[in-house]
């Protein structure tokens, strides 16, 4: 059978695809596929590995006349509309679990890098302008024994508040219902939002983007936020409204912040390109060399099993394998 994927990913899992003896079409260049190439891809795929700004609505689905299964190169699902493919029959799947630690470190990362000023201190050194160590120089935010506030405390999120138990962290944390393992992992308590919010030193971002969670973080939740905070986002940009950040920052509202994603990727706010207090990244939450080629083998195990007649190991709408029998 057929299977095409949106964009090149480690071998592994297009080698237990050829293995299988399934014919594999990898989109030749590493860019985003355009309009046309998706759709032209989707039209003979019994099978289709898809990133994560690769939109799979409707229109796709229809032109993936033959198309069984959608595995997604990513944790995160928003760019699919499932309601869509389960009304169709088509099976669709994510990565979770895989790159929980990968992405929790990459958000220490950013913490540790946003409160001691790591971006700026570096470019210091490479302009050839630091003329030796002094006492008020680049002056940045302990971090040990601070408050972390961790909104979203699922897989990644729980990552996260484990490694700040090695600072001697405080835990908060904001979900709709009690999560019992952030609380006996960590002894995290569960609060409001805006009690997250204002108690916390550092404001972790781990939620998935749905539209309850759009713009979840905008002017009002700056404001009470503490004017030493540092956000930390390595969920999905639209979760914050980019414009009131910028203007949180530029105005101290809170201190420093470190980015992962933006609300229009690959686009950033111009005004965050200018910050001293900003640090970002190029969407690498997941960027190990172990973490990629492990998705790309759940991604790859996922279709093996739709096209097997075998549940799939992460299959988020089991409903369509019952329909086919």
């Not at 309601?83 to 990362?109: K, M, Q, Y």
């Not at 540790?112 to 971006?119: D, F, G, N, S």
């Not at 096209?307 to 299959?315: D, G, I, K, Q, S």
């Amino acid at each position: 059978m057929n299977i095409y994927v949106t964009r090149p990913i480690p071998d592994s899992g297009l080698a237990k695809l050829r293995a299988a003896g399934h014919a594999v079409c990898v989109q030749s260049e590493d860019r985003r596929a355009t309009r046309e190439e998706l759709l032209a891809g989707l039209a003979t795929a019994q099978g289709a590995i898809t990133m994560l700004d690769d939109r799979i609505d409707a229109e796709a689905l229809d032109a993936g006349k033959n198309l069984r299964i959608v595995s997604n190169f990513a944790v995160g699902y928003n760019n699919i509309d499932v309601e869509a493919a389960t009304e169709r029959g088509i099976a669709i799947s994510n990565t979770p679990g895989v790159l929980s630690d990968a992405t929790a470190d990459l958000a220490w990362a950013l913490l540790l890098a946003a409160a001691r000023r790591v971006r700026e201190g570096e470019a210091l050194v490479r302009s050839g302008q630091w003329h030796g160590w002094g006492p008020m120089q680049l002056l940045g935010w302990h971090v040990a024994g601070k408050t972390i506030g961790i909104v979203g405390p699922g897989r990644i999120g729980r990552a996260v508040a484990r490694r700040a138990k090695g600072f001697d962290m405080r835990v908060l944390y904001f979900s709709r219902s009690n999560n019992e393992e952030i609380e006996r992992q960590t002894g995290a308590t569960r609060v409001p939002l805006n009690e997250l919010l204002e108690q916390s030193d550092f404001v972790s971002l781990n939620c998935p983007l749905t539209p309850e969670t759009r713009h979840l973080l905008g002017a009002r939740e700056f404001a009470i936020m503490k004017p030493t905070a540092i956000l930390v986002n390595t969920a999905r940009g639209p979760v914050v409204d980019e414009a009131a950040l910028v203007d949180a920052l530029k105005s101290g509202r809170i201190a420093a912040a470190g980015l992962d994603v933006f609300e229009e990727e690959p686009k950033v706010h111009p005004a965050l390109l200018t910050m001293d207090n900003v640090v970002l990244l190029p969407h690498l939450g997941s960027g190990t060399t172990e973490t990629r080629s492990v998705m790309a083998d759940l991604c790859a195990d996922n279709i093996l099993a739709v096209l097997e007649a075998r549940r799939p190991p992460t299959v988020l709408n089991p409903e369509v394998l019952s329909a086919g029998g």
